[in-house]
């Protein structure tokens, strides 16, 4: 298969491109790909005005980047990546994201930091297999997980996310965006924006990728409160988003006390294979789980015994981080996140 590649430059002598993958110009031949090229590079550049046109190609698909998949079940694979925070990351592709392949299709879990993760992405997913890409389903709204779901919509994907999900990221938008251009360099970012889901999940939805379907569940407030799982009935995969942290420190942005329920209430079925939002792939609940439920446990213990003492936040959290600190070995980034959880678990239990 050949790809549209559109070079698009900030405005300015030297200023950084970014080669832009789109999707609308797949063919199966060059001069086909090309057919296209300059409606479709125009139809792009129209919404997004701060770039400027730099010539476009078509390339092969085994001649572009893609990001490493790996198998972690039979038609589903993943990309992990680096259980670090952002802050920590020189590229931000430290979310795990996952593809399962039906007979008819194609379902992507999360979509990475950038327009430009998720063009390699969606590369990677090019060369396991030519059936479309029809649903992204966003696990929440992190940005570390749903900045490259562009190129997937553009692709003809439908995106789904948790019924909460378009206000949070409408609230988060500028701030996320922001913060990764901040955070990485110009050419990883350009052209990366918000896409919204075109369609909700209130409860719980079954897509049907063609003798194979997933069922996704809108949880209830945990790790955030747009947190949607995706299940593989067929191979027993769950993909759980941030709701499993493992190897990363655990960060908390929508309820402790959701999160413990949560986690002590595994999906039934059992999964068989778990894909967390950071960390390795799990074979069993408790060993995906219980290093996060641990943690967990100890911040709320400590933190309720600084409320029941009559600490004030301000000096709390302090206190909580120095409890905690012999946990500081089992997790990446430990202190930057725990002072932060410090400070969201106080706020939460002080109302107990
Ligand atoms: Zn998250």
Redo the contacts with the bound molecule.
């Keep these: 298969m050949f790809h549209l590649i559109l070079t698009a430059c900030l405005a300015g002598p030297s200023a950084p491109c970014v080669p832009i993958l789109l999707p609308q110009g797949d063919a199966a031949s060059g001069p086909a790909c090309m057919q296209g090229a300059a409606r479709i590079s125009k139809d792009w550049l129209d919404r997004h005005s701060e770039l400027v046109a730099a010539g476009t190609e078509c390339v092969p698909t085994e001649n572009l980047p893609a990001l490493d998949l790996q198998q972690v079940a039979p038609g589903v694979f993943a990309f992990f990546g680096r259980p670090v925070q952002l802050e920590d990351s020189t590229d931000g592709r430290i979310a795990n994201l996952g593809v399962v392949i039906g007979q008819d299709s194609v379902a992507v879990i999360d979509t990475g930091v950038s327009r430009m993760q998720g063009q390699q992405f969606y590369t990677a997913i090019r060369r396991l297999t030519p059936k479309p890409v029809s649903h992204v389903i966003l696990t929440?709204m992190?940005p570390?997980?749903v900045l490259g779901t562009s190129v997937f919509q553009e692709a003809g994907a439908q995106v789904l996310g948790h019924h909460a999900l378009p206000l949070a990221l409408q609230m988060r938008a500028g701030g996320y965006l922001e913060n990764i251009a901040r955070l990485l360099p110009p050419e990883e970012v350009l052209g990366t924006e918000i896409v919204l889901p075109d369609a909700t999940v209130q409860d719980s939805l079954r897509i049907d990728l063609g003798g194979r379907s997933l069922l996704l569940r809108a949880e209830q407030t945990a790790?955030?409160d747009n947190d949607l799982t995706a299940f593989d009935d067929t191979t027993g995969t769950l993909f759980s988003?941030?709701l499993i942290f493992r190897e990363l420190t655990p960060?908390i942005?929508g309820s402790l006390t959701g999160w413990m329920d949560w986690i002590a209430a595994p999906p039934q079925p059992e999964p068989r294979v778990i894909v967390p939002?950071h960390g390795d792939v799990a074979r069993e609940w408790r060993q995906a789980t219980s290093p996060q439920a641990d943690f967990l446990k100890a911040l709320a213990d400590v933190t309720r015994s600084q409320i029941d003492a009559g600490a004030p936040l301000s000096e709390a959290v302090g206190i909580i981080v120095n409890n905690l600190n012999y946990m500081n070995k089992n997790w990446n980034s430990f202190p930057a996140s725990v002072a932060r959880d410090a400070t969201a678990a106080y706020k939460e239990l002080e109302w107990e």
């Design positions: 929440h992190h570390d997980h790790h955030t988003g941030d960060i942005d939002g």
